[in-house]
């Protein structure tokens, strides 16, 4: 079990679309999450810089084939679709790098 | 029960210090989060910008009551002292706020 945790900008005029579609999300896209080994997800936004900040916790045993497999879902690709045109890389993200992976630097049980 | 988060930025020459300290966190300080009610609380680095995320779970029920007599204790204002001193609140933070709370805009459990 892995706690992670990763960051993204928004972009200022889509922050209302990001925060409309998370309201009121997909059932089929928390079922993909949730088959591919995610739990208690969240995402925190934080106003006006219009970074987005995701933690969860991975309770599976290959996480790179479960996000594999998640990425191939047409689910996955219709709602990355809408969320990725909300989104910007961080202007010090390397080359095909959008949501940035972030180490831990503190954990309390 | 409240999944809670919070950023915050650290100055770039205090990156490597704060590190440290939160590599070696004071046992009696974790014990005081958990006596105040405070369970799986991870704190993540965003890289080059030097931006802290913080996420915990509250467990109690009075929270400001809760943050009050944590902030009371001696060893919390020692502990701050020394990662106070690493941290500066975003340029757009209200009066008085240290780490700015941030909104959940989407949660899976």
Known sequence: M???GMAIRLKPEMVQTYKQLHAQPWPEMDAALKAAHIR???IFLKEPENILFGVWVYVGDD???DMKRLGDLDVTRRWLALT???QTPFDTAAPGEWWSFLPCVYHLD
Request: glycine content about 8%.
């Open 2 to 4: 892995a706690k992670m």
């Open 63 to 65: 996480f790179e084939g």
């Open 84 to 86: 990725d045109a909300c």
């Open 40 to 42: 208690d997800y969240s």
